[in-house]
């Protein structure tokens, strides 16, 4: 019923999924739609209807449907927009809509392109102006030898009396500057309708022209990229009598034509009595309500615009060549790219002529909507010529965006990935849970692993490569800001992470949401992804382009199978990092060039460099460029703050990381294994989202690695009760094996200055940083004064 409600014309959605939850009785339920107001809307009308069929309640739903549709007339793409934005879907094209009006745009980055309505990026704003002149207009026209009305501006109405004698009754009166037919008079033969039809020009316009009245019918012709596209006979607003109605119920009958709409939101507009309606009524002998004799046909307008209520038959077949060149050469002398020319013609079939045909006026940003659903003949695939003029053919506005998700080392990843691509000289963007950067300019901060924050980059205009890490959070509230991404890297599911959050309860529901990103994958893409992970591995069955399996062993089964049939690996043997591809292998650097890696000693990092460098060269990023990338991204407070950060601080060992789940203190613990201090302090904490048993697994994995343990809550409660997230690491820190004293601080700078007075020289402190940046910023300003010192493993 919600679809139901938003569908239009020129828009059908029939997407929706209905999954249960964990609470017997509750379910989800999500539905495509346009605009999200429209659909919340309309699924509360849809929830109040079938409540009034189940318990009998009252409900005007014609009422509530009536102003839901006349919501999406004011809020929704219009027609012409409408089939822009279509015919760049269709072409797979990028499409963001900017602003609640008509501006859209079109691809990413650098390749981007935009549209407002009948507007390009290619729309020459000195051709808007020329054509908003309608006097110029006519004499750059005249000048080029094309047939034009003669006219002149008026002063006053005695001037424009004046004009019109000089030029020969009957006369055209219109502003200067108006459009969409508004207050323009036709057909003028007394100084009573020359006075009126100059007041009404005035009060629309500072300026107003008289010109000479060209015979025949109407016609609205396009010319698109020096094309001519399309062609419509126009018909002016009328009424039919049937001698019962008056000229007003005959108007508001003839406007419950569903394809009418106010301005510009359907197919036809609805036809308005104003003061030009009056005034022609009046020439007619009528008024609104004046009851006219069954069959005679009243106009209600002399100008034929649809925007007043007129309807089009469309007639491109039948225009003669000479009057479409004609159109062309009109377009072509003011510079518009899309031009709607409106013409005067005896016969559209016959050459152009003094006799047969006269340019009335030129119209940037002409309405489309004429071409699309004429009231007659045949439609026109308008916003495919306008979108064909702005790519070119198999363009998309694409941009190589590489997205990375997993449960642990997605934002060193991300980072490093960013850095390989910034060997190139491409202005490379990319987003993470520390900031948005483009071209190393920080534009945001914070946590930004979001689709809000990736459409940041993507609409960056220098951006020419994207790297984005993709948060299972974000997936949840609104998917992904991209419909496919050139990579998809997945680093590890392992145990899982913030289960139980969302109706995410097993991990392996954690990785169907994680794995989005690989069923996104473009057909000519790749998917780089852990082959010692199972979970991730099974992704490789959704993906729809390549495959890349990378391990940090050079004994993964999976792997070698894959590259037997063909595809691509990367692996590591005897401190090295390998390339397979079929079933050849070629060592690519040796992991004592990789500082990230420590000559490969910590293992975690060793598998984010293998996922990193597999995005690079799935991109087919030049090997050599790779290599200088690998060798120059340093594990420092500089290129990777907040992980795995190694210091000297007065003789005590002090390491950094933002580790925070049991696969990550893992990881972190093996690594730590590899150093020679005895005495060992750790400053912890964990989000408040983990469940209880998680939160005591980190306590016991922490009791037998440290003397100390510094338990502390920063920023990332949650939702708990003060000390809480302490009392449960505390918890699975009792009947400690090794950890001799526990102490639970509120606010973790405080736990990290105690925890360093409590240290001597020789011994290590691990801090976990709940707020990465914050500890970052205390330990330089607080410890290391001007320079950090790296300590070797």
Known sequence: MTLALQNRPDLVLNFFMVTPTSQPGVFRVAIQYDEEEIARSGFEIARRLLETALLGLPFDFQAAAEALHERADDICLGPSTRAMVNAAIACCIPVRRLTEGSLVQLGWGRKQKKILAAATSQTSAIAEDIVQDKDLTRILLHQAGLPVPRGRPAKDVDDAWAAALEIGLPVVIKPRDGNQGRAVSLNLFTREQVNAAFEAAQAEGDSVIVEQFAEGDDYRLLVIGKQFVAASRRKPAHVIGDGKHTITELVAIVNEDPRRASDHAAALSKIRIDTVALAVLTEQGMEPDSVPAKGRQILIRRNANLSTGGTAVDVTDEVHPSIKNACIEAANMVGLDICGLDLVAIDITAPLSDRNGCIIELNARPGLRMH???????????????????????????????????????????????????????????????????????????????????????????????????????????????????????????????????????????????????????????????????????????????????????????????????????????????????????????????????????????????????????????????????????????????????????????????????????????????????????VYSSAGDRRDEDIIIQGQMLSTEFDEAWLYEGDYVRGRKSGEIMALLAKGLQNAQRTQRVESILGHLKAVDLAIASAKPGDLVMIQADTADETVQHLQQGYLNVATSQVSA
Not at 454 to 477: N, Q
Not at 525 to 551: H, R, S
């Open 372 to 682: 699309l659903y004429p009231s007659e003949g045949k439609a026109r695939d308008v916003g495919t010529a306008v979108i064909s003029t702005m790519f070119g053919p198999g363009e998309q506005g694409r941009i190589p965006v590489i997205a990375i998700t997993g449960v642990n080392g997605k934002t060193t990843t991300t980072r490093f990935a960013a850095h390989l691509l910034n060997q190139t000289n491409w202005t490379v963007g990319h987003t993470s849970t520390d900031g948005v950067f483009v071209g190393g300019r920080m534009l945001d901060s914070g946590d930004c692993s979001g689709p809000k924050s990736a459409r940041r980059v993507l609409a960056y205009p220098l951006t020419d490569a994207a790297v984005l890490e993709v948060a299972r959070g974000g997936i949840l509230r609104e998917g992904l800001a991209f419909d496919r991404c050139d990579v998809a890297v997945v680093t590890n599911i392992g145990e899982g992470d913030h289960l139980g959050l969302n109706e995410v309860h097993t991990i392996e529901e954690l990785a169907f949401v994680k794995g989005c990103i690989v069923r996104n994958v473009s057909p000519t893409g790749t998917a780089v992804l852990n082959a010692a992970d199972p979970l991730v591995v099974k992704m490789a069955e959704t993906c729809p382009g390549n495959i890349l399996f990378f391990a940090a062993t050079s004994e993964n089964e999976i792997l070698h199978a894959h590259c037997r049939k063909g595809g691509k690996g990367l692996l590591v043997r005897d401190g090295s990092i390998w390339t397979v591809e079929g079933g050849q292998e070629t060592k690519f650097i040796e992991l004592s060039e990789v500082p990230l890696t420590m000559s490969g000693t910590i293992s975690f990092q060793v598998e984010n460099t293998l996922a990193a460098l597999g995005s690079a060269w799935a991109l087919g990023i030049d090997p050599d460029l790779i290599r200088q990338g690998m060798r120059s991204f340093a594990p420092g407070f500089d290129q990777n703050a907040g992980r795995f950060n190694v210091l000297d601080i007065g003789g005590i060992t002090v390491v950094c990381d933002y580790g925070h789940n049991i696969d990550a203190l893992r990881a972190l613990l093996q690594s730590l294994r590899h150093f020679p201090n005895q005495r060992r302090i750790v």
